[in-house]
Nanobody, 117 residues
Framework: QVQLVESGGGLVQAGGSLRLSCTAS????????VAWYRQAPGKPRELVAR???????TYSDSVKGRFTISRDNTKNTVYLQMNSLKPEDTAVYYC???????????WGQGTQVTVSS
């Protein structure tokens, strides 16, 4: 079973930046689409960014222009660079590999991002 470990979250003021990392226990990220999700308290988990096999990113409207997803296959790691953070970005962030049926692996513990106003 693949384990996903997210890191890099923290407390930041509005307008600040954070870089999240997600490392997999096996070399999987080169094989399919990878994605970052987030879940705020009382809300469902939402997809915020995805990266195709060919390297084409797609972002939700709420983060477009501020977040950048990238992948380093040599390190089995996916990144999410988050700039111009807003209080509404506060959530637990998760990564996963996805296919046509959705997320492929069990969720990791996530990493908490808190943006103060």
């Amino acid at each position: 079973q693949v384990q996903l470990v997210e890191s890099g979250g923290g407390l930041v003021q509005a307008g600040g930046s954070l870089r999240l990392s997600c490392t997999a226990s096996r070399s999987i990220f080169s094989r399919n689409i990878v994605a970052w999700y987030r879940q705020a308290p009382g809300k469902p988990r939402e997809l915020v960014a995805r990266l195709s096999l060919g390297g084409t990113p797609t972002y939700s409207d709420s983060v477009k222009g501020r977040f950048t997803i990238s992948r380093d296959n040599t390190k089995n790691t996916v990144y999410l660079q988050m700039n111009s953070l807003k209080p509404e970005d506060t959530a637990v962030y998760y990564c996963n590999q996805i296919n046509g049926l959705g997320p492929m692996y069990d969720w990791g513990q996530g990493t908490q991002v808190t943006v103060s106003s």
